[in-house]
């Protein structure tokens, strides 16, 4: 009787392992995301899960790429599944996200309208003034066009007439991603960039409003800041099952409950 | 522009100083700018990986703050550029921050996307390092680690170079102060050392040359210099000498000329035209220099042949000497001789001039001419000889060879070039060459030593075609050359040894002879009187049996004797024309009976008769094919051929010219080996253990005494042959006849037999036989009682039918001499000659002694009524 006790306790200890012991799941990509929900839900899936996840920035494209390499589990982007992808990847909606253009707190330019945006990236416009801010150059951060992903898609859609901003504009500065883009703007007076309403509102930036709508989680649900987007999770259809079970989390009422709670628009959030 | 030696010397130092100065510097600043370069490439290429190690996590969380407080670090002097790129190779941070933009190296792209090892680019003022950012955060990551950024440094060689530029100044400064001094003292020592020696021998030289004088200059050194300063002064000591001896050979040279007693004439190439003569010349030509100077050859017509002249003139032209040319020209006086001319081409004035030098060669060409015909007849005399002559020179060279030597030998000079080749060659066994050319080195060394004569040797060459000679040479030194005579005595030496065998086995044959006779006389009545005690007995009695033992131990007895008397001096065959075929087939069928051994006879029926004593002859044969099935214990095979031959004066075997007739016994035995070949005639020799040794003594004794040739040659393992010559016979005819009535046997009874003979024994023995045979006898114990008593006979009207005389009376009338008496009573009186066999010549030629037969001792009954049977048949 003591024997099968005894078993009984390993059987149970055998089957309790928790997932730690498993390999950690590799991802990177898009830096909205990232500090947006991922970094945080990735922390409380893994105090759930045991699951560790590596999580690397660098943008959409990056992400994209390193997932196509192989080098990592699955991605985060901003950008939609276009003709260039490969049919191999899954765009999976986890959370709603709004473009917006942040400068630096000093820049005293708080409104900004559309026309104005599409000046800036034609480089018709480059000086704070021509905007009613002080007489300083624009310095505008952008990515290459390959390196810029969701982004230069949204610009393109909701500002640009379907054109991507480009690297060749005198007020144009590069930089490899939105993150590097927001600390930049942070540290730079004369600083401009489009970024994402998920991660903006976590930097010492300020964000424009547009047509005096100012980007906000409420103004962004309900449409009147109408530049909204997804924010994708992206994993290949062979996925790992520890890459699914991550997704299926994240879609969860768990996990939109948390990525609500971040302070920024979940799915079902939107109306 | 004329420069003197100082000048171009102190250019030159000058030069090479500088040339010497600025190689150094040139290779010292680019080894110091080498370590220069090669440590900041090192400290680079540490900045840039420590870089990318330290902003790795920073790259990873894209924490530009971080990124910059990292890249802080490497933010010195030199550092003209810090960047970090993502992995897409967009600017990420720049430091200073005005070259954000600058962008990446399109080889550090290129290159990045095969590999990721650091990479830097050198340029004209910096180098430039990329090295990639590897993201691995967690140890169990590590294996998907990947490259999510790159750093870029760019470090300013600037700095370098400004070090290089003050260093190269402060060098070149020193340098050239150094150059400086260097040539300076260069120059001076140059100049102290090497120039004015130089230029104290270019005044000497110049003197030399302008004033003709030669002086001394001053050696102050042991270099080349000193050496060449000593050398001038030797040259120009030497130059005196040597105008001093060329106005001494002038003058030789003048005296020689004129008194030459060689023809010498100076021509002019271009038309022939006498410039100089000597008074060899008028000595040669019969002209006097006054009546050539001034004209050419032509005119003279000096020259018996034109075509020499062409030739001459051809020679000069194609190589401007002539040696050793012959030709014939004309004296003054309108006679020949012949000139060795020696001619060559020179210059006087510039003019082409010949010198000849002209040799009356007419005796000595006759004397040539004399001497080779003397050759010619040496050489006939030479090859006419006999012998084999040769000569060879102290080199060892073989130079003449004479056709007889040619010939015996079988070797040419291109066979035997030197002695060397003729030693290895004719003596082809190292052990008879060394001990023998030793032997004949010592005896040539003795001779030259003490001025004797060479003496004779012998020695046994190997001729080209294998066979051995034996020769004797005699050698001769004439002229530094020595000349051998090889006369070949091969024949002479078997005809020595052949003679001294017959003389040996008739040594012992005398020997022999007389043992045998008086053994045969004994044995006659032994034999005769055990026969006759026979004749008495029937077969069945218990006597007969032992008395026929001990009449055929007496008949062997009698057989040693009658061997020991063929070759014995007396044993003369008794011979008649036979059939030797017929002989030979007996023999062979006789001995061969029951044996394992075969025989094959090829005789030709034509083959001659013989005139041989059959029993003998028989003999021989027997023993040579008894001997021959002792050879093949096993069986084998015996090979009898005969044949029909002739024999000249020049044969070895010492017989009379003449028809012979050849038999060759030949068997495949086990062989005679050589040294046994030797003995193998000799009485008493025998490598059987049941052998007389008398058999082939006898056979030997036989044949020579049929003035015959019996030899043997034999090897072993193979066989041996004997090969027999006996005097073919020129009555053939008789031999039928013979044949045809020799078994003709009519018994004759009632008969008076007088029976002669001084051993009573015998006369008791051969009366009882006779009676037994039938006749009526009556003895006597020599000669004289025999003539007495063949006398009575006659004159009583009953003459005896026959008588048997003994040869040999000791001490009384023989049989010899008592049948000249009877027969001179009685031309027809049968008598009988009887004797121990053949102890004169008397048995063998009966019929020449008025005997009709002969009746050999010992005999028995069965002898005697066959001998009667046949006479008085």
């Not at chain 1, 600083?191 to 962004?220: E, Q």
């Amino acid at each position: 009787m003591d024997i099968f006790r005894y078993f009984l306790v390993l059987l149970l200890l055998a089957f309790s392992v928790p997932a730690t012991a498993s390999e950690p799941i590799m991802a990177s990509g898009c830096s909205i995301s990232n500090v947006g929900y991922l970094n945080d839900l990735v922390k409380a899936y893994e105090k759930e899960t045991g699951q560790k996840i590596l999580i690397r920035g660098g943008g959409s494209i990056v992400g994209l790429t390193e997932l196509g390499a192989d080098k990592v589990d699955f991605a985060a982007s901003c950008k939609s599944a276009g003709p260039k992808d490969s049919a191999n990847l899954r765009f999976i909606p986890v959370a709603w996200d709004g473009l917006v253009f942040i400068v630096n707190p000093a820049n005293p330019v708080s409104n900004i309208i559309p026309r104005d945006v599409k000046g800036i990236y034609e480089g018709k416009i480059g000086n704070w003034k021509d905007l009613g801010g002080a007489n300083l150059p624009i310095k505008s951060y952008i990515s290459s066009v390959t390196g810029m992903g969701g982004i230069g898609e949204t610009l393109a859609k909701y500002f640009l007439n379907g054109k991507w901003p480009q690297t060749t504009v005198n007020s144009s500065m590069q930089a490899s991603s939105v993150a590097i883009w927001e600390q930049l703007v942070e540290k730079t007076p004369e600083g401009f960039a489009s970024t994402g309403f998920d991660s903006a509102r976590t930097r010492k930036v300020k964000m424009l409003a547009v047509n005096g709508v100012a980007p906000t989680k409420a103004t962004i649900i309900s449409g009147k800041y109408p530049y909204k987007r997804y924010l994708y999770l992206v994993a290949t259809k062979d996925a790992k099952p520890e890459v699914n079970k991550f997704i299926k989390f994240a879609l969860s009422k768990k996990g939109q409950k948390l990525i609500a709670s971040y302070g920024i628009p979940a799915l079902a959030e939107m109306k | 522009m004329k420069l003197s030696l100082n000048q171009k010397a102190m250019g030159f130092i000058t030069l090479i100083v500088l040339v010497i100065t600025i190689s150094s510097m040139t290779f010292l600043f680019s080894t110091y700018r080498k370590g220069m370069v090669k440590e900041i490439t090192a400290r680079g290429t540490t900045m840039a990986e420590s870089l990318s190690r330290a902003v790795a996590e920073s790259l990873a969380s894209e924490n530009l703050a971080m990124i910059k407080q990292v890249q802080s670090i490497v933010q010195t002097n030199d550092v003209v550029l810090a960047q970090v790129y993502s992995s897409m190779w967009i600017p990420i941070d720049s430091y200073p921050n005005d070259n954000f933009n600058i962008p990446p190296d399109p080889a550090a792209l290129k290159l990045f996307k095969t590999q990721d090892a650091t990479y830097l680019i050198t340029n004209s003022n910096d180098i430039d390092f990329y090295t990639p950012v590897y993201y691995h955060r967690f140890e169990k990551a590590k294996d998907r680690k990947y490259v999510i950024g790159y750093v870029r440094l760019k470090l300013s060689t600037r700095q370098i170079q400004e070090v290089i530029n003050r260093q190269i100044a402060i060098y070149f400064a020193g340098a050239l102060v150094f150059a400086a001094i260097a040539i300076i003292i260069l120059n001076s020592l140059v100049r102290k050392i090497i120039l004015k020696p130089i230029i104290q021998l270019n005044q000497a030289v110049s003197n030399t040359v302008n004033n003709g004088s030669l002086m001394t200059v001053d050696v102050s050194s042991d270099d080349e210099i000193g050496e060449l300063s000593r050398n001038y002064n030797l040259m120009s000591e030497a130059i005196q000498e040597r105008e001093k001896n060329l106005r001494l050979s002038e003058e030789k040279f003048s005296t020689s000329f004129r008194v030459s007693p060689d023809s010498i004439n100076i021509n002019r190439l271009s038309d022939g035209m006498y410039l100089e003569v000597n008074e060899g010349f008028a000595a040669f030509s019969g002209y006097m220099p006054e009546d050539v100077i001034g004209k050419s050859f032509l005119d003279l017509d000096i020259w018996v042949n034109p075509e020499d002249r062409t030739r001459l003139g051809n020679g000069l032209k194609e190589r401007g000497i002539v040696n050793s040319f012959e030709a014939q020209f004309r004296r003054k006086d309108g006679t020949t001789l012949t000139g060795c001319m020696s001619a060559r081409i020179f210059e006087i004035d510039g003019e082409p001039c010949i010198l000849s030098i002209t040799r009356d060669i007419t005796e000595r060409i006759k004397s040539e001419e004399y001497i080779r015909e003397n050759e010619k007849t040496l050489q006939t005399l030479m090859d006419s000889m006999p012998a084999g002559v040769w000569w060879f020179d102290d080199g060892g060279n073989i130079c003449y060879l004479n056709r007889c030597f040619k010939e015996q030998f079988g070797y040419t000079l291109e066979d035997i070039p030197t002695l060397a080749d003729w030693f290895e060659r004719a003596y082809p066994d190292p052990e008879y060459r060394a001990p023998y050319v030793a032997a004949k080195n010592a005896l040539i060394a003795d001779a030259l030593n003490s001025g004797m004569p060479v003496p004779p040797r012998e020695a046994k060459i190997t001729c080209k075609d294998g066979i051995q000679r034996h020769l004797l040479i005699c050698t001769q030194f004439a002229m530094g050359r020595t000349i051998e005579i090889f006369t070949d005595i091969t024949e002479r030496e078997l005809y020595h040894d052949q003679l001294l065998k017959v003389e040996k086995l008739e040594s012992l044959g005398v020997l022999a002879g007389g043992i045998a006779h008086d053994f045969n006389n004994l044995l006659t009545a032994i034999i005769g009187n055990i026969s006759f005690a026979r004749t008495f007995l029937s077969e069945s009695h218990k006597t007969s049996q032992i008395l026929m033992n001990a009449e055929k131990a007496a008949n062997r007895a009698a057989d040693l004797a009658h061997q020991l008397l063929t070759f014995a001096k007396g044993g003369q065959p008794i011979k008649k024309v036979v059939c030797v075929k017929h002989i030979l087939e007996e023999s062979a069928s006789f001995v061969l009976r029951g044996s394992n051994v075969s025989c094959n006879v090829e005789i030709p029926d034509d083959l001659y008769a013989a005139e041989v004593d059959e029993g003998q002859i028989s003999q021989v044969f027997n023993n040579i094919i008894i001997n021959a099935t002792h050879a093949m214990p096993g069986g084998g095979l015996i090979s009898i051929k005969g044949k029909n031959t002739t024999v000249n004066d020049a044969n070895i075997m010492s017989l009379p010219p003449g028809w012979y007739i050849k038999i060759a016994i030949t068997d495949t035995g086990c062989g005679i080996s050589t040294e046994n070949l030797k003995k193998i005639f000799d009485p008493y020799f025998t490598t059987k253990s049941y052998g007389s040794g008398l058999g082939l003594a006898s056979a030997h004794s036989i044949i020579t005494k049929h003035e015959g040739y019996i030899g043997v040659s034999s090897e072993i393992g193979k066989g041996t042959t004997f090969e027999i010559l006996l005097p073919a016979s020129a009555h053939v005819s008789a031999y039928d006849d013979t044949c045809k009535n020799s078994n003709k046997f009519d018994q004759q009874e009632g008969l008076t037999v007088l029976v002669m003979d001084d051993e009573e024994i015998i006369r008791a023995m051969v009366s009882k036989m006779m009676v037994v045979l039938g006749y009526q006898v009556q003895t006597c114990a020599n000669g004289d009682e025999a003539i007495t008593l063949y006398k009575a006979a006659i004159d009583s009207g009953s003459p005896y039918s026959a008588v048997i005389m003994d040869l040999t009376i000791p001490g009384g009338m023989g049989g010899r001499e008592a049948a000249e008496h009877i027969l001179a009573i009685d031309s027809n009186a049968r008598l009988i000659v009887s004797s121990g066999y053949s102890t004169d010549h008397v048995m063998a030629e009966y019929g020449k002694f008025g005997f009709c037969s002969t009746l050999q001792k010992p005999y028995n009954l069965e002898d005697i009524k066959m001998t009667l049977n046949a006479v008085l048949s």
